[in-house]
């Protein structure tokens, strides 16, 4: 089992900026990739990045140049930083790990909410 708690969403004014946190407990040796996904009221969850065990990255094109995802894996954690924040930024973000082996599965945290607003 996975355990993934985040931290940093908060209230931002447009232009601001926000780091999220995510830290991984439990079977972290089965994980290879980690990132962040939001869901803002009424629409679907959908990719924010993810970064595998090796550091390769893959982003929503749309978040390039504004997101930059980090990650550490000795201290099982992923970061988001989010710069230049935009109101349609405004979601719950969800850390999320993906395990690898002879079964597959997704892990996710129980989010953290981001508000853009002046």
């Known amino acids: 089992q996975v355990q993934l708690v985040e931290s940093g969403g908060g209230l931002v004014q447009p232009g601001g900026s926000l780091r999220l946190s995510c830290v991984g407990s439990g079977d972290m040796w089965t994980i290879n990739a980690m990132g962040w996904f939001r869901q803002a009221p009424g629409k679907q969850r959908e990719l924010v990045a993810t970064?595998?065990?090796?550091?390769?990255?893959n982003y929503t094109e749309s978040l390039k140049g504004r997101f930059s995802i980090f990650r550490d894996s000795d201290k099982n954690m992923v970061w988001l930083q989010m710069n230049s924040l935009k109101p349609e930024d405004t979601a719950v973000y969800y850390c999320?790990?993906?395990?690898?082996?002879?079964?597959?599965?997704?892990?996710w945290g129980r989010g953290t909410q981001v508000t853009v607003s002046s």
């Open positions: 970064v595998t065990r090796g550091g390769i990255t």
């Open positions: 999320y790990a993906h395990k690898v082996g002879l079964t597959h599965r997704d892990y």
